[in-house]
């Protein structure tokens, strides 16, 4: 039997996010102070970020309304399809039932775009002119930038040097949406030009590009920061995905027993799972929940739930959360969207309290993943979305060897039109296994801040 598509209609978009923190057992630890190390209240983050999203950020409420005007921006591409995918439960042979919600239909190809136009938005509505933020492999600065080009705003993106030179396709669409591109670490700041002094031909993080970022808008009064991924209210913003993933399946007439995301800074990971996490910490519904990382950058999996900085040069708050220490320079492998050293508190909290569960696939078993899941279904899914594919196979020749028939259902994050120099690679036989060594971890989980 062929896939099944699930498809909304368009009054069938979210009219609120849901707020994972209203249903949490205990809070999440409080953000504190880089210099005093004390909790932070929103007038020291008010230089940074537009005040709603601040307000967001610390939210208790359960849900909070979507404005009229980023639900209008929703509707160019939510909601998104919900699939079962068939053809692929057919080339495995098992007797589980696998779905996906696909994320890259949206136009710039990954869900980034649910919290770019809301970030945009309330930015403009408080009268921001200009905007900064780092980009790794380009996806979420390509997000931005459409989104702020929509909203009048300016933009200056921070992009972590290796991609700039090696992916300059998504530097293209930054710059057709009128965003300026530095390449990171760059002479525009201080800590770009401490860096360079160090290392003239450093490949750049996102640590350091987060510091430049940061230290801009920091230093200007009509400039604001914002982060693609990480922070509470971001994590919020993408819960649309999972609230419409529940209707789906309601449509579906099923219900997952395991969900399944990637992980770099666990956006579009709890923007899935936490509406049916939710259910789980209110106790109306049970759900497995699995995330699962790169063996190159294991934050979750051999990472430490500590207080760290969001960034290199420590221009940023201290937030308790799984890292691998500020001072990680992630390999260059892959999947560029998932190189980064520490994790979303919110996800590394849940995964403290054992509410989820976290795996890690080195690159070549994902790109196998990949490359099957692309066979059987027909879209070349992004290379981060291909560690959610692998658990998600795992879980179904789990379920093969048991007979089993449980329902998986995984978020496919994003499509990889610009990730195909990474597939060629694979093909040519030239990318190798990569795992982060144990001393390495070791030595940048020694320089983690002392927090009393
Ligand atoms: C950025 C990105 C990711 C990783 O970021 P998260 O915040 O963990 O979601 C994963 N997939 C795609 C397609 C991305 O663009």
Redesign the pocket.
């Known amino acids: 039997m062929d896939s099944i598509k699930y498809t909304l209609p368009e009054d069938r978009i979210p009219k609120r996010w849901y707020n994972i923190q209203a249903d949490l057992k205990s809070p999440v630890a409080p953000t504190l102070h880089p210099g005093t190390k004390q909790p932070i209240g929103p007038d020291d983050l008010a230089p940074l970020f537009a005040m709603e999203l601040i307000k967001q950020e610390v939210s208790q409420d359960r849900e909070i309304d979507i404005p009229e005007p980023v639900r209008d921006l929703y509707r160019q591409w939510r909601p998104t399809p919900l699939y079962r995918a068939r053809r692929l439960e057919k080339v495995l042979d098992t007797p589980a039932r696998i779905y996906y919600k696909y994320e890259g239909v949206s136009p710039a190809g990954?869900?980034?775009l649910n919290t770019a136009v809301a970030q945009a938005f309330y930015n403009k509505q408080e009268g921001i002119t200009k905007l900064t933020t780092e980009t790794g492999a380009g996806?979420?600065g390509s997000a931005l930038a459409m989104a702020t080009t929509f909203f009048g705003i300016d933009l200056t993106v921070f992009m972590v040097r290796v991609s700039y030179d090696q992916k300059p396709y998504r530097r293209g669409i930054m710059e057709t949406f009128g965003a300026r591109v530095f390449p990171s670490p760059s002479n525009e700041t201080e800590a770009g030009k401490a860096i360079l002094a160090e290392h003239p031909d450093s490949t750049g993080s996102l640590g350091i590009a987060i510091s430049e970022a940061v230290e801009i808008a920091a230093s200007s009064s009509d400039t604001k920061y914002t982060l693609?991924?990480?922070l509470n209210h971001v994590l919020m913003h993408q819960t649309v995905i999972g609230l419409e993933a529940i209707e789906q399946f309601d449509m579906a007439d099923d219900y997952p027993d395991v969900l399944i995301g990637?992980?770099?800074?666990?956006?579009?990971?709890s923007g899935f799972v936490f509406p049916f996490v939710g259910r789980k910490l209110r106790g109306e519904q049970d759900v497995r929940v699995v995330a699962v990382e790169p063996a190159a950058c294991p934050s979750l999996t051999r990472g430490k739930f500590a207080y760290d900085f969001g960034d290199t040069a420590h221009l940023t708050p201290l937030q308790k959360m799984y890292t691998l220490g500020s001072t990680f320079i992630p390999p260059g492998f892959h999947a560029g969207?998932?190189r980064y050293h520490g994790m979303a508190p919110l996800v590394s909290h849940l995964l403290d309290e054992d509410q989820i569960e976290a795996i890690s696939f080195n690159q070549m078993e994902t790109f196998e993943a990949g490359i099957q899941f692309a066979q059987a279904e027909g879209i070349l899914p992004?290379p981060?979305?291909n560690h959610a594919i692998a658990g998600a196979i795992a879980e179904a020749l789990k379920c093969k060897e048991s007979g089993e028939s449980k329902s998986i259902a995984f978020n496919l994050?994003?499509h990889g039109h610009f990730d195909l120099q990474a597939y060629m690679d694979y093909h040519a036989g030239i990318l190798h296994a990569y795992e982060y060594p144990a001393d390495e971890i070791a030595m940048a989980l020694a320089g983690l801040p002392s927090v009393g």
């Open positions: 990954s869900h980034k996806q979420w693609g991924s990480v990637c992980t770099g800074g666990g956006s579009n990971f969207g998932l992004a981060e979305a994050s994003g």
